[in-house]
């Protein structure tokens, strides 16, 4: 059990290079770190393309009901309505929180419609185009949708 003092060092020594060092735990924490910010950013952004998607599906909603009212009001015998009575002032513009459908409230969209006669010069005709508008993303930022049906007097 003789051992010389440095042999008795040099086992010791050996020893310690068994684990990681400050500087590799510190490098390996920081690629970590730049990593996760990466995710965690790339995420944040894909759900708001989500959000914006999810809003300009709800406005396209909105203006093929508004469009197939237009035409059931269009095919319609009772009084006031018909095809000759289609027009802008029958379908006023929805303002921002005044769309209910259902008890359900769209108050962070409104529709717009225009109504031409005779497009293109083809009588007995009409050009109904509805265009709903969502507030998308940041304060202020409004986006829109279009839906165009062409009407026939039968």
Excluded: C, W
């Excluded at 319609?76 to 289609?86: H, K, L, R």
């Excluded at 009588?123 to 998308?136: E, G, P, R």
């Amino acid at each position: 059990m003789n051992r010389s003092l440095g042999t008795i060092r040099h086992a010791r020594g050996t020893r310690g290079n068994d684990g990681f060092t400050l500087g590799e735990i510190l490098a390996s924490s920081a690629i970590i770190i730049v990593a996760l910010v990466g995710l965690l950013s790339s995420s944040a952004i894909g759900l708001g393309h989500i959000d914006n998607a999810r809003r300009s599906s709800t406005a396209l909603f909105l203006a093929n009901r508004r469009a197939e009212a237009i035409k059931t009001f269009a095919l319609s015998t009772a009084t006031g309505q018909g095809f000759s009575n289609v027009t802008t002032t029958n379908f006023p513009a929805e303002a921002y929180g005044a769309i209910t459908i259902n008890g359900t409230s769209y108050a962070r969209y409104r529709t717009t419609t225009a109504i031409t006669n005779d497009p293109g010069g083809t009588t007995s005709t009409k050009l109904v185009v509805v265009t709903a508008f969502y507030k998308s993303g940041g304060v202020g930022n409004e986006a829109s949708v279009q839906v165009s049906t062409f009407l026939a007097n039968r």
